[in-house]
């Protein structure tokens, strides 16, 4: 008898009787559907290039070269040499854990349903669970296989009706069929897949389905990967200064910045550090290479590009700017910020084929092109004069495929103007896209930014004295990165990530990172000569309360965060905080987390019901509507849980979901379950990327999304396993924000410290209470000591100093 200790696997996949397995791999004859509507795009190249100028571009998959001994470095030790090989490896890593991905979300014997309009199309409806929440990246025109069900007079399932071979191989039945069912519609609020399914016999309405990985989308990354190699072979390369920037990038600074900005704004709201960038941005002085601005959460990403982008083309009516995003939804929001000023005409939202309508906002919709009941492309001569194109990193892939890249255009024009003049050989035509914008580049894959990069990439051997196209990215790198199948790190790691630590952004005397006592360095004369900064840090808050930021801004952000947000104090009076002045609570529970009998997740009852009594209450007060809270679960079987309790309790107004679907979100009220009470299972849910232990950045993410109110419902010597949640226990237990036990004290840890925030907060309320707000007639922040309060009459000093000489006209 083994002595060793048999470890459940937490995570085990649920029990799929074997013949339902076997009838998925079983021989079959394949029954193809019609395929969805899609842009023709060599039909569309045609229509304004002809083939005598702008010759058939073929688009063969993937020939990347995989290096075995690649495997998936570090994004941070990646270097030009190497470029092709890794990310060929890490691609084809991707995939794989891809295909497994979707393998664990077959669905067995289930339904197909039909209404009568659906029949007039052969169209079918599918169920999919945790199509709501994206688990699965399915889009318009994909294949899902679909095995049909048959029983025998007993009543058992028929596997396999053919016959073998005398080469032992299956040769299957006129009745042994596998439908590749095609995707035309998405409804991913309802977990509905519309299917096109031809030629059903309708023995049984039951089938398996599997669905498939659609190579078009894994074949368009490896390009970008080869293309780049390619771009990175050239001595003067445009894309090397993108990718692997270098001091010989970068420009010198002899002066001060100016104190005053003079240019006008599309939004007067910007403050001091987005018209910074704005300003750097639009002068070009910063060198030759991505301009990126680390916005933490709250502090007006979205606002500064939109202002960037906006500004670009008001500087020249010339200017064309591609805009592009990670995700559809990220998008979106872009082209409705931009739609406030500008018209169906100036601007193009830009969707894949591939893009389901449900999905797209009625707002929205005025500003894409829509052709045969699908999304396509605008003809050529319109879609030349839109100011703006939004987009995601992903469909950047469409300009490769019509051949509307800087590259595919710059020939056209080159080629016809010879066409036209042949002795005129001097004529060097000018870059369509003059800027590329990527939002959340946090969250966008490397090869998946390569697309939008080499749509805008100025052609090999780019004439001398040719403006080449800005590049300037916005995001975060510490909330949630790229959404990957495989977790090797050079996939998951950013190309944004992978830039900051590039010494030139890191090391550079003005970065986040080399702040003095919780405060962005600022540029002073005796710092000149210097490099000029090809970054922005923004620190201003304008979302949530200083006591939700405390710990994120000390954790994440250097202690850098400045509190800017107005009415935040709304929420004060609920009764549950308990007439303190900050809007945070820790609620310990003890209640056992349990899994579902199928491995569908990890759930808790206990907590379930402490999260919706806790909604209720502020209910009850009058203080918030349903729809202003906010429940999230890093596990998808309590998000259920809590969905379900909640239309028990007639509460489905409450926005209830997994933490990843909440990032860019906000609410006034966010409830967080941690839903993880043993220390059991840790280690499996760390291997898996699953829950909010030792997961910084959805550590981040979930207590960010709060503007007024924030509470944590938990177990305290469980987390605590974290150090990063120790730090934020051990300042609600010291600010008397906790409800529960009170015997748990915080382990020693560096980070475990009190915040420039917690600081400021404190000092505020002892001076509020003895009716002194102000000292020397100035408003102190962060003391603790004296020491301290010498340390901030100084920097006042400081500041003063250095809007002097900001204001000195040598």
Same mark, same amino acid.
């Given at each position: ?41 060599? /039909? ?36 030009? /040499?190497?470029?092709?090989? #890794? ?23 289930? +339904? ?18 945790? @199509?709501?929440?994206? !688990? ?73 389905? /599997? ?69 750097? $941005? ?11 601005? /680390? ?31 990670? +995700? ?9 910020? @931009? ?24 707002? $929205? ?22 100011? $703006? ?22 020939? @056209? ?5 010879? *066409? ?57 790198? !510490? ?33 986040? +990172? ?33 006591? $939700? ?33 900050? %809007?945070? @609570? ?87 379950? #941690? ?40 177990? %305290? ?66 003391? +603790? ?7 901030? !009459? ?10 002097? *000489? ?5």
């Amino acid at each position: 008898m083994s002595n060793k200790q048999v470890v459940l696997d937490a995570y085990a996949p649920p029990y799929v009787p074997l013949k339902l397995k076997q009838l998925n791999q079983a021989a079959a004859l394949v029954v193809p559907s019609t395929p969805a509507p899609c842009t023709q795009y060599a /039909s569309y190249t045609a229509s304004f290039a002809g083939h005598s100028f702008l010759a058939s571009r073929d688009f063969p998959p993937g020939t990347t070269v995989e290096d075995p001994s690649s495997n998936g470095a570090e994004a941070a030790s990646l270097v030009s /040499s190497t470029y092709k090989s #890794t990310f060929a490896t890490a691609l084809r890593q991707e995939e794989t854990a891809l295909r497994q991905e979707y393998e664990a979300h077959a669905i067995y014997q289930t +339904s197909l349903t039909q209404t009568p309009s659906d029949a007039a199309h052969s169209m079918y409806r599918l169920i999919v669970p945790g @199509l709501r929440e994206f !688990n699965l990246p399915l889009e318009v025109g994909d294949i899902v296989r679909l095995k049909q069900l048959r029983f025998d007079a007993r009543g058992e399932l028929i596997v396999f009706s053919g016959f073998t071979a005398p080469d032992r191989a299956p040769v299957p039945g006129s009745l042994d069929v596998c439908h590749e069912a095609v995707v035309w519609v998405i409804d991913r609020m309802n977990e509905t897949l519309f299917l096109r399914l031809d030629g059903l016999r309708p023995m049984s309405m039951l089938f398996n389905a /599997s669905f498939t990985i659609q190579s078009s989308r894994a074949d368009a990354l490896h390009r970008a990967v080869n293309e780049a190699h390619a771009h990175l072979q050239e001595s003067h390369s445009w894309l090397r200064a993108m990718l692997f920037p270098t001091r010989d990038d970068g420009a010198m600074q002899h002066k001060l910045n100016p104190s005053a900005f003079n240019f006008e704004l599309f939004d007067d709201e910007l403050n001091h550090e987005q018209l910074r960038a704005v300003h750097t $941005i639009l002068k070009e002085k910063y060198g030759r290479l991505p301009y990126l601005i /680390s916005g933490p959460p709250g502090t007006g990403k979205t606002k500064t590009i939109v202002e960037i982008a906006l500004q670009l083309i008001h500087e020249h009516n010339t200017s064309r700017v591609l805009l592009c995003a990670p +995700s559809d939804p990220a998008a979106d929001t872009t082209v409705h910020r @931009l739609s406030k000023h500008l018209t169906p005409n100036e601007l193009l939202r830009m969707n894949s084929s591939a893009r389901s309508f449900p999905e797209v906002p009625a707002s $929205i919709m005025p500003f894409c092109h829509v052709e045969d009941k699908f999304f396509s492309l605008p003809p050529f001569a319109d879609l030349m004069r839109r100011r $703006i194109v939004v987009t995601t990193v992903r469909d950047a892939e469409v300009l490769h495929q019509a051949r509307l890249t800087n590259r595919d255009l710059f020939a @056209l024009e080159r080629d016809f103007h010879t *066409a036209l003049h042949p002795e005129d050989t001097s004529y060097v035509p000018s870059l369509h896209w003059t800027a590329l914008l990527i939002d959340e580049a946090a969250q966008a894959a490397e090869p998946e930014a390569l697309l939008s990069l080499l749509a805008v990439a100025p052609p090999k051997n780019v004439p001398k004295g040719l403006k080449e196209p800005r590049v300037v990215m916005v995001g975060d790198q !510490n909330q949630l990165g790229p959404r990957t199948a495989s977790k090797k790190p050079v996939i998951q790691k950013s190309l944004f990530e992978r830039l900051l630590l590039r010494p030139i952004y890191c090391e550079h005397p003005l970065t986040r +990172s080399k702040q003095n006592g919780g405060h962005v360095p600022r540029l002073t004369r005796d710092m000149l000569p210097i490099m000029k900064p090809p970054f922005t840090d923004l620190i201003r808050n304008y979302r949530s309360h200083p006591a $939700i930021l405390a710990t994120p801004s000390s954790l994440f952000y250097n202690d850098t965060l400045e509190p800017c947000a107005s009415g935040v104090e709304s929420l004060l009076t609920w009764k549950g905080f308990k007439g303190r002045k900050l %809007p945070v @609570l820790f609620r310990d529970n003890r209640s056992e987390d349990e899994i579902e009998q199928d491995g569908g997740g990890w759930f808790n009852v206990g907590e379930a019901n402490i999260a919706l009594e806790m909604a209720q209450s502020f209910l009850r007060q009058e203080l918030l509507q349903p729809e202003q809270i906010c429940i999230m679960s890093p596990f998808r079987a309590q998000v259920k849980v809590l969905r379900k309790k909640a239309r028990a309790q007639a509460k489905s107004g409450i926005n209830i979901g997994p933490l990843e679907a909440f990032q860019g979100l906000e609410s006034r009220l966010v409830i967080l379950c #941690t839903t993880r009470t043993r220390d059991r299972f840790i280690n499996q849910d760390m291997a898996r990327g699953l829950g909010v232990i030792h997961e910084p950045r959805r550590f981040n993410v979930a207590l960010t999304r709060a503007k007024q109110g924030l509470i944590v419902i938990g177990n %305290p010597d469980v987390l605590d396993l974290d150090e990063n949640w120790a730090s934020f226990l051990a300042f609600c237990k010291r600010t008397g924000s906790w409800e529960g036990e009170l015997g748990w004290r915080a382990p020693h840890s560096e980070k475990v410290k009190r915040s420039r925030l917690e600081k400021q907060m404190h000092l505020r309320n002892m001076v509020e209470e003895a009716g002194d707000e102000r000292i020397n007639g100035t408003r102190q922040l962060g003391i +603790s000591s004296r020491e301290e309060d010498g340390v901030w !009459n100084s920097g006042v000093a400081a500041e003063e100093a250095v809007r002097d *000489a900001e204001a000195s006209p040598n």
